[in-house]
Nanobody, 122 residues
Framework: QLQAFGGGLVPPGGCLTL?????????????IGWFRQAPGKEREGIAC?????NKPYHILDRVTISRERGSPTVFLQMNNLKPEDTGVYFC????????????????????WGQGTELTVSS
């Protein structure tokens, strides 16, 4: 199970950190990532982490994904937020059966969190 937290209303130029907590399985042996779905658009990858190198893979600049090894929580720090960042943010995980970049770009996960909504507006 994945649970995402931390969305809300943020003014343009602001920053926010989202959290996702995994339970029932270990993120040490999974790919984990953040994805978002803007109104009227398909779900897209933002940043992902995991795999043999455990290096972060960022699709969107202005964000940083992080997790300490052994921790069930993955964070997404977002800076200089823009109105086009508005959407529902999901965390997703997948067994390590592909490269982390493919996981992030294809946005195909084994498990999805319930999503947390972010609105960037003045």
């Amino acid at each position: 199970q994945l649970q995402a937290f931390g969305g809300g209303l943020v003014p343009p130029g602001g920053c926010l950190t989202l959290s996702c907590v995994a339970s029932g399985f270990s993120l040490d042996t999974s790919l984990i990532g953040w994805f978002r779905q803007a109104p009227g658009k398909e779900r897209e990858g933002i940043a992902c982490l995991g795999g043999t190198s455990n290096k972060p893979y960022h699709i969107l600049d202005r964000v940083t994904i992080s997790r300490e090894r052994g921790s069930p929580t993955v964070f997404l720090q977002m800076n200089n937020l823009k109105p086009e960042d508005t959407g529902v943010y999901f965390c997703g995980s997948r067994k390590i059966d592909t490269w982390v970049g493919v996981f992030c770009r294809e946005a195909e996960a084994d498990y999805w969190g319930q999503g947390t909504e972010l609105t960037v507006s003045s």
